[in-house]
């Protein structure tokens, strides 16, 4: 564990170095944010929420892998003679239940994505990277505070295809491949596989 942990940071902290030269550069370097919405991956357990005076089910559904929400933010990158562009984010995803109620379960990461993509014409693209899922968690949260169960990841993959109407503004679709693992011996494994549709707006000079 603490080999792999080493390895990770090593590697990020290459990726912030590559990112700062690039920006030295003379490039199109600027901010991003991005927002989207993702299904798939297994089911991790089915939710239910109950009413703390009268104990009626007032909400429940599956909390998945590979779902719901993320919002990422981070630097973007692309040489202005050239089809090549890169972005590298950290975000927060999570699917949760019970919203607003006493008894919210929430299983939430906080993903590490490098990404790159070769850009057909003005308004096309295509590309992926890597994913790295940290912090990745199971929280319950009563009146009483909060409980979480951390869980293990992989390195994920990702594939994008894009659409960029304006310089400013994009709308991806992609796909991503990771896993999950309960951080004990025979632990359960859980599919974060997913699609998901992302918009994103670039900013800053």
Not at 4 to 27: H, N, P, Q, W, Y
Not at 38 to 44: A, H, R, V, Y
Not at 117 to 123: L, M, P, S, T
Not at 144 to 161: A, H, W
């Amino acid at each position: 564990m603490l080999v792999r942990t080493s390895r990770l940071c090593a590697g990020m902290l290459g990726l912030f170095v590559s990112v700062g030269a690039m920006a030295e550069a003379k490039s199109d370097f600027r901010f991003m944010m991005s927002l989207g919405y993702t299904g798939g991956g297994d089911k991790i357990l089915r939710g239910y929420i109950h009413d703390i005076n009268t104990g009626a089910l007032i909400d429940e559904k599956n909390i998945k892998a590979g779902e719901r929400y993320q919002l990422n933010m981070g630097a973007y990158w692309k040489m202005p003679a050239s089809p090549i562009s890169a972005q590298l984010t950290y975000g927060y995803h999570a699917d949760s239940v019970g919203n607003g109620n006493p008894g919210k379960l929430t299983f939430s990461r906080y993903p590490v994505e490098l990404l790159a993509h070769f850009h057909v014409n003005d308004k096309f693209f295509i590309g992926g990277g890597v994913r790295k899922a940290t912090r990745a968690s199971y929280t319950k949260a009563d009146i009483d505070g909060k409980i979480s169960f951390q869980f293990e990841s992989n390195m994920g993959g990702v594939i994008e295809l894009g659409w960029q109407p304006v310089p400013d503004f994009m709308l991806t679709l992609r796909g991503v491949s990771e896993r999950y693992k309960e951080p004990v011996v025979f632990g359960k494994s859980f599919s974060g596989k997913h699609v998901g549709l992302f918009g994103a707006y670039v900013f800053g000079s």
